[in-house]
T-cell receptor, first 113, second 111 residues
Framework: DGGITQSPKYLFRKEGQNVTLSCEQNLNHDAMYWYRQDPGQGLRLIYYSQIVNDFQKGDIAEGYSVSREKKESFPLTVTSAQKNPTAFYLC????????????FGPGTRLTVT | EDKVVQSPLSLVVHEGDTVTLNCSYEVTNFRSLLWYKQEKKAPTFLFMLTSSGIEKKSGRLSSILDKKELFSILNITATQTGDSAIYLCAVEESNNNDMRFGAGTRLTVKP
């Protein structure tokens, strides 16, 4: 089955710890995205990658880092520098520049205490 | 600053009612506007609009884009409780590969 997977579904961390969220897709999509969703707000773009070994900052990249060493994988690290890391994180992918629709993973809910 | 604004933020209706959700946008290089439905977790795709005045329809849902006035509407007729969700509007820009989302409209359909 083709799709996007995110793991884990729920993640709990202590303040001051870095944490990495996984995102894998087997759709052979070129572009991948990370969004953050807070209550009452839409999706805000953290980072995106259009091709392997390349990525760009979105609107709220501070306190986050990513890598794109493989086409299928786009992990997001939430560092201790992120002031309010507790949120719902969604990963998405898109075929290429010519396509429009993004396909979303099931999300990871991160709680930092 | 580019932005996407949805209204209302929240809406409560009864089954059978018709609703209209609004999305206005200001982006520098418009490419397309997309509507998504988000129930529990991941948003699911509803419509993509690129041309003004052409209605997209899927069952009880329809959507149209006005590129002159920079807005889109999503209509749902004969609403059902299963339509309860957050409806997200997103605008794609042509000069990069990112997408700007609105805050969403939370629709609640009561039996």
């Amino acid at each position: 089955d083709g799709g996007i997977t995110q793991s884990p579904k729920y993640l709990f961390r202590k303040e001051g710890q870095n944490v990495t969220l996984s995102c894998e897709q087997n759709l052979n999509h070129d572009a991948m995205y990370w969004y953050r969703q807070d209550p009452g707000q839409g999706l805000r773009l953290i980072y995106y990658s259009q091709i392997v070994n390349d990525f760009q900052k979105g609107d709220i990249a501070e306190g986050y880092s990513v890598s794109r060493e493989k086409k299928e994988s786009f992990p997001l690290t939430v560092t201790s520098a992120q002031k309010n890391p507790t949120a719902f994180y969604l990963c998405a992918s898109k075929e290429d520049r010519g396509s429009h629709e993004q396909y979303f993973g099931p999300g990871t809910r991160l709680t930092v205490t | 600053e580019d932005k996407v604004v949805q209204s209302p933020l929240s809406l409560v209706v009864h089954e059978g009612d018709t609703v209209t959700l609004n999305c206005s946008y200001e982006v520098t290089n418009f490419r397309s506007l997309l509507w998504y439905k988000q129930e529990k977790k991941a948003p699911t795709f509803l419509f993509m609009l690129t041309s003004s005045g052409i209605e997209k329809k899927s069952g009880r849902l329809s959507s149209i884009l006005d590129k002159k006035e920079l807005f889109s509407i999503l209509n749902i007729t004969a609403t059902q409780t299963g339509d309860s969700a957050i409806y997200l509007c997103a605008v794609e820009e042509s000069n990069n590969n990112d997408m700007r989302f609105g805050a969403g409209t939370r629709l609640t359909v009561k039996p």
